[in-house]
């Protein structure tokens, strides 16, 4: 300063307390007056000085909070010493005269809080009553015990104030910055903004964001092509640098220790960074989207990597890691579409979600011996990915891992393995052969999740011993080369669509530790020829065996308590099946369509033949139905012309519609006596049915029951079911009217 800072505050305050009383309110001074007592200052420290030790100028630095002072051309007079101009949003009236005289460009950081300052050193009661020359470095008390220390920053560009006081055997501290940006001024009077020194927070000796906030022509940003960063810059902020679309080159210093989240985020040209040795740390996304970097070495320095730290860097071909870094995080090189390789430290333990996906072009990797994670998705989408080491401390593969690796050969699993998430390998349709090494530990469980194998069409075989296994739904569908599973005696589930589609699958060892057979677990296994059920087995789900069309033999043992719905449906090679007593439920269709099944023997106790049970079995010939059966359900033997002989027991009470509907050959039915209602089209279209014998105790006889059923001779009915003759036969749809003396 020219003058004393005391002489002029004085003469600042004579000023004003001259001033009409219009101007004030409630005793506290207006913005306009700070910029009258303004043109005696040199920079914004003046200003700051004076709030501070003058209570009637409290909050009028936060009134500018977003521009200091807003400068016209009316009041640019009152400003003939400044040579720092504060950029502000919106503001542009007097930039050309200003252009003219000043030295320094200002930038201010919005997240400065001004009230907050304010409001703790009134609370506090640390403003000082007098007037009071305040200088780098100084010390001085404050009421309550505070004192106030005044440190200056790098080059005289700002300062930050610490209060402290010692309290309860220890000290307390509140510290407050003042986030102003400086960048030198080019001596032609215009900014050089090609070749720009970095602007960085002269009060925190940090990089941050130094045009957020900032009315600064976009024209200006695109011409910004270098940045050379300070010497004792150590933290380069947050989106310090972001956006800067034609930044091709920037000098880090080596004082640097932190790189903060997008702090050079889409610099879409940028080719060329070098990260000292200094860096400790580099936050999110601070190069995402970096698209022309090639290459790239980050120092043993570096001990945490931020998440998205490369992402969508779409020239990136190499990288070096860090020796020191525990993990890879969250994608970290997602969509490096021109990644090939890239050297994993063996520090690294995890590998975390996406770190890799979409790395289309990504060949080979090696895992380090100690890596025991793989995050989901890790090296999902990486299209070329060949060959990958899975290291022996592996424990958890997490979903999607390697989804859609579909060049992706042969791996070999460690013992230590104990999960796979599901889809980990979906889609690995090169993926022919899976190893499992060494001897797992006691009691150890490895889990393989929903689908984790699930189309991988070249797998031809799966094997397991010594490791115990929990399996899960779809793990091996749609494998169609799969030819081989076996497993010990280890798994206590075949779960849903574990091998649903598998075309190719001959040879299948159910363990007999298996207690229940999946809904589809081998539906569509068109190759299977005969398979033994266990003992241990107790459920046949739906579908269980679903259309397995080369299944010719079938073991149920007696340890069968429920067969699903549609369990053998379709199966064509299948010729005769035996239902062992144990079996208490079968469900809809169970064996429907099974056209070459000519025998069934029904377990004893069973109460129900169910829906559709052996429907459309074309080559049926015989049907032992157990004394215990109440109800043939609809359309349970329908369609099965070639059954000739069919005993209906005397438990049986409800005959359901189309229940023998199609049955061509069969030539005599003997209604039981037990029976109370025949469905409708219960017997349609038998042919060559040709005597029945209804008993008195059936109630109601179904219209169309025997429709079609032209060659019958002999009909013995209760006459009192029907009226007269006419009625009768409109009842069963008979044509052949010889039936008259029969009758009667």
């Not at 099944?597 to 074309?618: M, R, T, V, W, Y």
């Amino acid at each position: 300063m020219k003058n004393s800072l005391a002489k002029r505050l004085l003469l600042a305050l004579l000023l004003l307390s001259a001033m009409p009383t219009a101007f004030c309110e409630r005793g506290k001074l207006e913005p306009f007056h700070m910029q009258i007592v303004g043109k005696y200052f040199e920079d914004f420290k003046d200003y700051q000085n004076l709030e501070m030790v003058n209570k009637k100028f409290e909050d009028i630095i936060s009134y500018y909070r977003q521009n200091y002072i807003p400068l016209t051309d009316e009041n640019f007079k009152f400003f003939e010493n400044l040579e720092t101009y504060v950029a502000i949003p919106g503001e542009n009236q007097a930039r050309n005269k200003l252009s003219e005289k000043i030295n320094h460009l200002v930038f201010l950081e919005n997240s400065f809080d001004f009230g907050r300052f304010n409001k703790v050193m009134e609370e506090n009661e640390i403003i000082p009553s007098a007037v009071k020359m305040i200088k780098p470095e100084d010390k001085f008390s404050m009421s309550w015990s505070w004192e106030m220390k005044i440190v200056a920053l790098p080059e005289n560009h700002g300062c930050k104030i610490i209060f402290s006081r010692e309290n309860k055997d220890k000290t307390e501290t509140i510290t407050f910055y003042l986030d102003v940006f400086v960048m030198s001024r080019h001596p032609k009077n215009e900014f050089n903004l090609s070749e720009a020194m970095a602007v960085y927070n002269n009060l925190t000796n940090s990089i941050s964001n130094y045009f957020g906030g900032v009315s600064l022509p976009e024209v200006n940003k695109n011409r910004i092509t270098k940045v050379t960063i300070p010497e004792k810059v150590e933290f380069i902020g947050a989106n310090a640098f972001s956006g800067l679309e034609n930044l091709e080159e920037i000098e880090i210093p080596n004082s640097v220790i932190f790189i903060k989240e997008n702090a050079f985020m889409n610099c879409k040209n940028l080719r060329k960074v070098e990260i000292p040795n200094s860096v400790k740390f580099i936050g999110n996304s601070a190069f995402e989207g970096c698209q022309k970097l090639e290459n790239i070495f980050v120092p043993d320095s570096v001990k945490n990597l931020g998440l998205r730290i490369f992402a969508n860097c779409e020239k990136l071909k190499k990288v070096r890691l860090s020796n020191n870094i525990k993990e890879i995080s969250e994608e970290a090189f997602y969509r490096c579409s021109n990644l090939r390789n890239i050297e994993i430290p063996n520090s690294v333990q995890k590998i975390q979600s996406s770190a890799f996906r979409n790395c289309v072009n990504l060949r080979e990797i090696s895992l380090p011996s100690n890596v025991e994670f793989i995050g989901s998705k890790a090296f999902g989408d990486c299209f070329i990915l060949r060959g990958i080491t899975i290291p022996p401390a592996m424990k958890i593969i997490e979903s999607g891992a390697f989804e859609n690796c579909f060049l992706l050969s042969n791996i070999t699993l460690p013992a230590s393995i104990e999960k796979i998430g599901e889809y980990s390998f979906y889609r690995c349709t090169n993926l022919n052969e899976i190893n499992f090494s060494g001897v797992q530990a006691p009691n150890s469980v490895m889990k393989i999740d929903k689908y984790a194998f699930c189309s991988c069409a070249n797998l031809e075989s799966f094997v397991l011993k010594n490791i115990t296994v929990s399996l899960s739904e779809g793990v091996f569908c749609n494998c169609i080369g799969l030819m081989n599973f076996f497993v010990e005696d280890i798994v206590s589930e075949i779960p849903n669509l574990t091998f649903f589609n598998c075309r190719y699958l001959e040879n299948v060892q159910i363990p007999s530790s298996v207690s229940v057979i999946g809904d589809h677990a081998f539906a569509l296994c068109a190759s299977i020829e005969e398979i033994k059920i266990p003992d241990s087995v107790k459920i046949l789900s739906p579908y269980s065996f679903s259309q397995c069309i080369r299944l010719n033999k079938i073991d149920i043992p007696r340890s069968v308590e429920s067969i699903g719905e549609k369990a053998f449906y379709r199966c064509n090679s299948l010729e005769s099946v035996f239902l062992p007593s144990s079996v208490k439920n079968i469900g809809a269709f169970a064996f429907s369509r099974c056209k070459n099944l000519k025998g069934i023997i029904l377990p004893f106790f069973i109460e129900k033949i169910s829906i559709g049970f052996a429907k459309e079995c074309p080559k049926l010939e015989r049907i032992s139905i157990p004394r215990t059966v109440k109800e043939i359900d609809a359309e349970a033997f329908c369609g099965c012309g070639n059954l000739k002989n069919i005993y209906i027991p005397e438990s049986v009470e409800t005959i359901e519609p189309c229940a023998f509907s199609g049955c061509g050959k069969i030539e005599a039915i003997l209604i039981p006596t037990s029976v109370r209602s025949i469905g409708l089209c219960a017997f349609s279209n038998c042919q060559n049915l040709k005597r029945v014998i209804i008993p008195p105790d059936v109630k109601k006889i179904e219209i169309n029951a025997f429709r079609g059923c032209n060659n019958i001779q002999f009909i013995d009915y209760d006459d009192t079911l029907y009226y007269d003759l006419d009625s009768f036969f409109k009842a069963f749809k008979i044509k052949n009217r010889s039936l008259y003396c029969a009758i009667l």
